[in-house]
């Protein structure tokens, strides 16, 4: 008798099928089957996009399947985020940031809140919001910007990533608090908002250094404050809020990724644990810092913490600045 049909009587019957029914479920828990796409709220070029597709880029590496990257701009992330929180694609995750606290604050009819409607996989990356000037501005010191808008009649115009973002808010806090009169205009997306520094629309916006950091390096925008409780290492000269008078203000810039709730605990371990090894790779380290962003990583637990905060901090400044729509 052969060792073959030896060994097919050995595992007869009951044996067989257990073996089977072993090797099917070893294989149907085998995860990612195919690429996995990531959801950005947002224009391609813009800090989430970029970040998106430089962590995408080292998470492949580790986990040995594609990571496609595709934006569905719209809404300050509304839509993105149903896309992604109604989706039963086991494969398709969402890349966040602080604006998707802001925006439930701010419009009732969002449908999702972060903490609630999401699996959180971890934080990957953060840095600061800047008040920016350009080279040619009456100001080139927070100081000065304060002195000059409190004497504008007609105050002073300020672009940001949108309506609603965060550095929307932080121009709004900024006007209550020198107080001044600052006009804001929205605009979509970061690369729109540098558009309108270059091209004279505007002299001040609020931004996120990604987007700006090689032009403060050029020396064609100035940074006049971070919004950072400390000051950060790509730009050590300049100033955070809370030096210049406007005591604990903190308002990071983070980016992080979250799945649909249908996603099994197990997968999402996964994710997080191999999004942590990526933070910590070097080429990612190098990228994000060409940015002026710092690589972190804060797991589920930690991320839940700082979106608790987050909704405090923008809550407060929301209802001051009469934003909430219903």
């Not at 808008?149 to 115009?157: D, E």
């Amino acid at each position: 008798m052969s060792l073959t049909r030896r060994s097919m009587l050995i595992f007869s019957g009951g044996s067989i099928a257990e073996l089977l029914l072993s090797a099917r479920c070893s294989w149907a828990e085998a995860w990612p089957q195919r690429s996995l796409r990531v959801i950005v709220g947002f224009q391609v070029g813009g800090t989430a996009d970029v970040v998106a597709r430089l962590a995408g880029r080292q998470l492949e590496a580790l986990i040995g399947t594609p990571v496609v990257i595709e934006n569905r701009a719209g809404a300050s992330g509304v839509m993105a985020a149903n896309f992604v929180r109604t989706t039963d694609d086991d494969h398709t995750l969402l890349m966040v940031s602080e604006t998707y606290i802001v925006t439930p604050l701010i419009n009732g009819n969002a449908g999702f809140k972060v903490a609630r409607d999401f699996k959180l996989i971890g934080v990957v990356a953060e840095g600061p919001q800047v008040v920016l000037a350009t080279s040619d501005a009456p100001f080139h010191t927070f100081d000065e910007f304060a002195k000059f808008a409190g004497r504008a009649s007609t105050g002073v115009a300020y672009a940001t990533s949108g309506f609603g973002h965060p550095q929307h808010l932080i121009g709004e806090y900024l006007a209550a608090k020198l107080p001044a009169k600052l006009v804001h205009v929205p605009t979509r997306g970061g690369g729109a908002a540098v558009n309108d520094l270059l091209t004279g629309t505007v002299n001040l916006a609020i931004l996120g250094l990604g987007p700006t950091f090689r032009l403060i390096q050029a020396g064609r925008l100035v940074p006049l404050a971070v919004s950072t409780a400390k000051r950060v290492s790509a730009l050590p000269q300049v100033p955070t809020l809370a030096e210049l008078g406007f005591s604990g203000f903190s308002a990071p810039q983070w980016l992080g990724f979250v799945a649909p709730r249908t996603l099994a605990d197990a997968h999402v371990n996964l994710l997080s644990s191999e999004l942590q090894k990526a933070s910590g790779h070097p080429a990612l380290r190098e990228n994000f810092a060409a940015l002026g962003l710092t690589p972190v990583f804060l797991g589920a637990a930690e991320m839940a913490a700082r979106i608790a905060e987050e909704e405090e901090r923008w809550r407060s400044i929301v209802v001051a600045a009469h934003l909430v729509s219903k």
